[in-house]
């Protein structure tokens, strides 16, 4: 069978007050991808039985397979069988075996069951019961006017393990797919969403197989590429052909494959040269530092940090000179490079990376908020320093600092 279209439903009012984040549908499309079975559409409902019943009875217009997760406890609201019962008119039964688990579980516990307990246990007449074994609800799949519905837990570690050892079984060998699907996202910063788009548009414009989607982040953009082949192999290296043409456009921008950060591209690519770096940072206040160190194995390639908050600690730890402070101020080129400089030096580093400036509310030294300037420099002297102007709140000036920081010197160690 080809062209299957999946959906996925995630019901419970938790979701929609983002107590708690979707990350079911993320893990369960990721695993139909492998299969090759495309999924149109996402939903979320909160625990209501009417909106749980209309968003059923859309998903049964335009889907082939239904799956949803959540609504299958004990308590009231806890509403899936009822909705999907007012879709199909299914008569239910309690599973026995399943009744008895939970039975079990509660003498095992010396608690006392209470009766709605039981509600776990009801399956539809002519339900493939998928077992649970790490909690207490059994899921299921039902045929239903040549729809699969299946149905498991919300509790993510509960929906993994039945749908690894049981849903992907039954779906490999009903819904055997003639083409796979193999994805690979490219890491991009220094570069917008719309220039990049535009260095690339003619590819985007014809794209067949594989598709490309940007994908703006909060710092930086991605590239989305997806192949449909009939084996992994020849999906990979359709993959390996695009993400080569693309990067012999914009590869100057390019620091990483799918879910690398670009910290973790700088420190890893520090380890490889065998340098090490120290920071010097003003208003970012170790931020740049914290960044660093939060990469397993950063140690090889961070010396430390001398945040110099103050003026004095400018001048009496970094040796900013008081000739450079009085004549061009904290906020400047010069503040910058020197601290970039005496930074390498004191703390015996290979780079220097300094960043001074104003992250708000108010300005500082006549520049007005979000005036940065980030300072690198090496053994030889002076590197660059980069004159920045960031919007947003103080706290966003800091981040877009440090980012920038990163792409400044990812751009210095790929030259």
């Not at 709605?116 to 998928?130: C, M, S, Y």
């Not at 598709?211 to 192949?227: D, K, N």
């Not at 921008?253 to 120290?278: F, H, M, P, Q």
């Not at 400047?332 to 930074?343: D, I, R």
Request: one cysteine or more; proline letters at 3%.
């Amino acid at each position: 069978m080809t062209g299957t279209k999946a959906e996925i439903i995630a019901v419970g009012t938790e979701l929609l007050l983002g107590q708690i984040a979707n990350t079911n549908a993320q893990w369960i499309s990721k695993q139909l991808a492998e299969l090759g079975i495309d999924v149109h559409h996402h939903e979320v409902v909160g625990d209501n039985l009417g909106r749980v019943e209309a968003v059923f009875q859309l998903a049964s217009q335009r889907s082939d397979i239904i799956i949803v997760t959540g609504g299958l406890g004990p308590t009231d609201d806890d509403l899936t069988r009822e909705a999907f019962q007012l879709v199909s008119g299914l008569e239910m039964h309690e599973h026995k075996p399943s009744m008895d688990k939970i039975v079990a579980y509660f003498q095992k516990q010396a608690r006392t069951m209470t009766p709605n307990n039981r509600k776990q246990a009801r399956i539809f007449k002519g339900a493939e019961v998928l077992p649970n074994n790490v909690g207490m609800a059994p899921g299921m799949i039902v045929s239903h006017h040549q729809k699969t519905w299946i149905f498991m837990p919300g509790v993510p570690k509960e929906m993994k393990a039945m749908f690894s050892d049981n849903v992907v079984p039954y779906l490999k060998e009903k819904f055997e797919q003639k083409n796979i699907i193999r994805s690979l996202v490219l890491n991009f910063s220094g570069i917008g969403e719309s220039q990049l788009e535009h260095e690339l548009i003619d590819l985007i414009r014809k794209q067949k197989n594989p598709t490309i989607a940007p994908l703006a982040q909060e710092y930086g953009v991605t590239l989305r590429l997806t192949a449909k082949e009939k084996t992994k192999e020849k999906a990979e290296q359709l993959l390996t052909n695009m993400k080569a043409t693309i990067l012999d456009r914009v590869g100057e921008y390019y620091y990483g494959d799918n879910a690398i950060s670009l910290e973790e591209k700088v420190v890893s690519t520090l380890k490889e040269k065998k340098w090490r770096i120290a920071s010097a940072e003003s208003l970012t206040g170790g931020m740049f530092a914290e960044t660093i160190t939060s990469v397993a194995g950063s140690s090889a390639a961070f010396r430390g940090s001398v945040v110099s908050y103050d003026p004095i600690v400018k001048r009496e730890i970094l040796h900013v000179s008081e000739k450079t402070i009085k004549q061009f101020g904290t906020v400047s080129k010069s503040c910058a490079s020197e601290m970039a400089a005496n930074a390498a030096k004191l703390l015996q580093a290979d780079i220097g990376i300094s960043f001074t400036g104003v992250a708000g509310p108010d300005s500082l030294e006549g520049n007005p908020v979000g005036t940065v300037f980030i300072g690198l420099a090496n053994s030889k002297g002076i590197i660059k320093v980069e004159e920045c102007h960031f919007a947003g709140s103080r706290q966003d000036v800091r981040n877009k600092s440090v980012k920038k920081g990163l792409e400044i010197l990812m751009k210095y160690l790929n030259a």
